[in-house]
C-alpha cells in the first residue's frame, strides 16, 4: 500500500531552533508539494517541485524557510529559526507524473509543530 | 480568490445520502472540479474529480450541472466515518497546484 510518508509526526521545539521536517513521496510520484495548515489560515501551499525542480516557493516566507529534494526519494523543509507563528501541522504531498490523473495528490499524515 | 463557494457546514443521518453542493460560477472551460475530504488529525484524501460529464468511483458520485457553474458530491449511504471537512477545488489541468478554501463541515449523526 503506497502511501507518503512524513517524519517526524510530532515536534516541539523553542524558538530560534531549527526545524527539518523530511517527507518520502510515493515511488514514481514526480511532483511533490508542501502545506500548512492552521486554524486560522487552513491550508496554505508553501511550496511544490516537479521532478525535484523547484516550481513554486512564494507561499514560503524566504528568510526562514527553505525546501529541498535532495533525491526522488526524499524532500525536506527546513525552518531556521523557528518562532512561535510558525506553529502548525506541515503536511507533504505527491503527485502522479502525467495524465488527467495529475490533481490526484496523496497526502502524509502531517508533521505537528509547536513552537515555545 | 476564491473560485468555489461551498456552505460552512451540514449534518446528515447516517446510512442516508449526504449531498453537499459548490458553487463556481467563473469556471473555465478548461477547469476541473476536484473533491477532497480531511478526516480529523489526518491529511486530506482525494475523492473524485470531473470535468463536464458525472462521475462515479466507488467513494462518491459527482454530478456537474450543464452549465459547469456548480456540482454536487454525493455520498450515497453516509457512515460515522464519512465525518470530514470536504473541499471543493477548481484546477485547470495540469496546472500541478491544488488550492483549498474552507470547505464544508459534515457531520454525520447516528
Known amino acids: 500500500d503506497a502511501r507518503v510518508t512524513q517524519t517526524p509526526r510530532h515536534k516541539v521545539t523553542e524558538m530560534g531552533q531549527e526545524v527539518t521536517m523530511r517527507c518520502q513521496p510515493i515511488?514514481?510520484?514526480?511532483?511533490v508539494f508542501w502545506y500548512r495548515q492552521t486554524m486560522m489560515q487552513g491550508l496554505e501551499l508553501l511550496a511544490y517541485?516537479?521532478?525535484?525542480?523547484?516550481?513554486?516557493d512564494s507561499g514560503m516566507p524566504k528568510d526562514r524557510f527553505s525546501a529541498e529534494m535532495p533525491d526522488a526519494t526524499l524532500a525536506t523543509l527546513k525552518i531556521q529559526p523557528s518562532e512561535p507563528r510558525d506553529s502548525a501541522v506541515y503536511f507533504c504531498?505527491?503527485?502522479?507524473?502525467?495524465?488527467?490523473?495529475?490533481?490526484?495528490?496523496?497526502f502524509g499524515e502531517g508533521s505537528r509543530l509547536t513552537v515555545l | 480568490d476564491a473560485k468555489t463557494t461551498q456552505p460552512p457546514s451540514m449534518d446528515c443521518a447516517e446510512g442516508r445520502a449526504a449531498n453537499l453542493p459548490c458553487n463556481h460560477s467563473?469556471?473555465?472551460?478548461?477547469?476541473?472540479v476536484y473533491w477532497y475530504r480531511q478526516i480529523h488529525s489526518q491529511g486530506p484524501q482525494y475523492i473524485i474529480h470531473?470535468?463536464?460529464n458525472n462521475e462515479t468511483n466507488e467513494m462518491a458520485s459527482l454530478i456537474i450541472t450543464e452549465d459547469r457553474k456548480s456540482s454536487t458530491l454525493i455520498l450515497p449511504h453516509a457512515t460515522l466515518r464519512d465525518t470530514a471537512v470536504y473541499y471543493c477545488?477548481?484546477?485547470?489541468?495540469?496546472?500541478?497546484?491544488?488550492?483549498f478554501g474552507a470547505g464544508t463541515t459534515v457531520t454525520v449523526r447516528a
Open positions: 504531498a505527491s503527485g502522479p507524473r502525467t495524465g488527467r490523473n495529475t490533481g490526484e495528490l496523496f
Open positions: 515511488l514514481g510520484h514526480n511532483t
Open positions: 517541485f516537479r521532478n525535484r525542480a523547484p516550481l513554486d
Open positions: 467563473t469556471i473555465s472551460g478548461n477547469e476541473y
Open positions: 470531473g470535468l463536464k
Open positions: 477545488i477548481v484546477r485547470v489541468e495540469n496546472d500541478y497546484k491544488l488550492s
